[in-house]
């Protein structure tokens, strides 16, 4: 089976019951299969992987799993014991097949087993046992399948190794001696993750995709961290899923996607998941079906209306992908950029000032979305986005007043701002004091004393 959907995967607060629901239903509406409950931050799946779920615990993740199977979705467990596992240890084996035996009880037939984001070290009593980590991690895993194919043959299991992505290889994947291992001795019918080239792959080829699987031989599962934003609290990405293209799924047995912290800001990242997986991708037509389809949560609390499809598209521009804005907002960044490209220019030309209102264009379109935003009835979806179109606002007007001084053509010997432009938004605190320690040149760079 080609699986494809959501993980709820990443570090930081959890969604809700009602939201992990509700995901059910996106995922379904995008034409996916599959979510995999594996918030980092709940501790039975990480710090304390040994202890089953109290009664209350279960009774919650019951709710979850009754819903998935109503909507013929397949539902997996995270469980992530590598912290702390001792691979050698019968005991700890008893202890994963404890917690299986629970999630069985409650209808939990597929699993995911994470060693990622650990250290590589081992401990004596597992190097004697195993040789090496990938044997030993092989080994556990497949006496965890082992143990659940016994009680329900056809549960599914998916591994994610140590070694996720090229990076962690220096991108040379056929000379990596783990995953070579992993491919050698992990139960052919466990699926394996893989990232792509990074954490957050830009693009990931065909031809990365027949390397990989050659090495781990078996097609890998992809664990899409596009639009993950764990690693970077301060964005939030609302546009489609790029990078990707319809020759990738020969060479997969999955698309899952690991999105944002913030649920509501998911909705583009998961109607796009659906649209690669189902084939025949278009990333500006699959947008473009996805913002028609979120505009209904965009509902205005005083009124029957909803915001703009205009402002919509905008909030997606400004929050658009990993690696870029989206189009118009790059282009207009790029008109700011030429009109800022000498010291003092003659704003009198007609260019200068064509590309002058098209940036004050900007800022007006930008406050007109943040003032929609705030009468959302929606107030998860308000506050998803709250803080970054804030500060939106903030620079986009700090830039045209900025433009606005230029345009006014001041002495040469003139700076800006003058006294009465300070604005209230200039940064400080702790991690400003850093950022100005550390000079960076425009490739992003560090300059010490330069």
């Known amino acids: 089976m080609f699986l494809s959907g959501v993980i709820e995967g990443f570090y930081g607060r959890a969604w809700s019951g009602a939201q992990r629901v509700e995901m059910l239903d996106w995922i379904g509406a995008a034409g996916m299969n599959t979510f995999v409950y594996g918030p980092k931050d709940d501790i039975k799946i990480r710090a304390r992987w040994r202890e089953t779920y109290t009664a209350a615990e279960a009774a919650e993740l019951q709710k ?85 194919r016994s009680k329900a043959p056809d549960g599914m299991m998916l591994f994610c190794p140590t070694e996720y992505c090229a990076a962690f290889v220096g991108h040379d994947v056929a000379g990596s001696g783990y995953l070579q291992e992993i491919g050698q001795k992990l139960a052919p019918e466990i699926g394996v993750f893989w990232t792509g080239p990074d954490i957050v792959s830009e693009t990931i080829s065909a031809d990365s995709l027949r390397e990989i699987g050659g090495v781990l031989r078996r097609k890998p599962v992809i664990w899409d961290n596009f639009h993950a934003n764990d690693y970077d609290i301060r964005r939030v990405y609302a546009g489609p899923l790029g990078g990707r293209g319809d020759d990738i799924l020969p060479l997969i047995d999955g698309l899952i996607t690991n999105p944002n912290n913030e649920f509501e800001a998911n909705f583009v990242a998961v109607r796009t998941t659906g649209a690669l997986a189902g084939g025949g991708y278009d990333e500006a037509a699959a947008l473009s079906e996805a913002l028609g389809a979120w505009r209904e949560r965009f509902r205005l609390a005083s009124s029957n209306a909803t915001v703009s499809e205009e402002h919509i598209r905008l909030l997606a521009e400004l929050c658009y992908q990993p690696f870029r804005c989206g189009p118009e907002v790059e282009g207009l960044l790029a008109t700011a950029k030429g009109l800022m490209a000498e010291h003092r220019p003659d704003t009198r030309r007609p260019e200068w000032q064509a590309g002058y209102a098209a940036i004050v264009g900007l800022r007006d379109r930008i406050r007109a979305l943040f003032e929609q935003m705030t009468e959302l009835e929606n107030r998860d979806l308000f506050y998803a ?53 550390l000079k960076r040149d425009a490739e992003g760079r560090f300059h010490h004393g330069a």
Request: net charge negative.
């Open 64 to 148: 979850l799993v009754d819903a998935a199977a109503v909507r013929k979705q397949q539902f997996f467990v995270a469980i992530a014991p590598s912290l702390d596992v001792v691979y050698s240890d019968a005991s700890d084996v008893d202890a994963l097949a404890r917690r299986i035996d629970q999630l069985l009880g409650l209808g939990v037939r597929h699993y995911v087993l994470l060693f990622d984001d650990i250290p590589r070290t081992m401990r004596d009593e597992d190097v004697a046992a195993f040789g090496t980590l990938a044997a030993a991690q092989a080994a556990f895993a497949n006496a965890a399948f082992r143990y659940l």
């Open 385 to 437: 986005f709250n803080q970054y179109l804030w500060e939106a606002r903030e620079e986009v007007t700090h830039l045209v007043a900025y433009l606005g001084w230029l345009n006014e053509r001041p002495a040469a010997d003139a700076l800006f701002p003058a006294k009465q432009r300070v604005y209230n938004f200039y940064r400080h605190g702790f991690t400003v004091g850093v950022q100005e320690l």
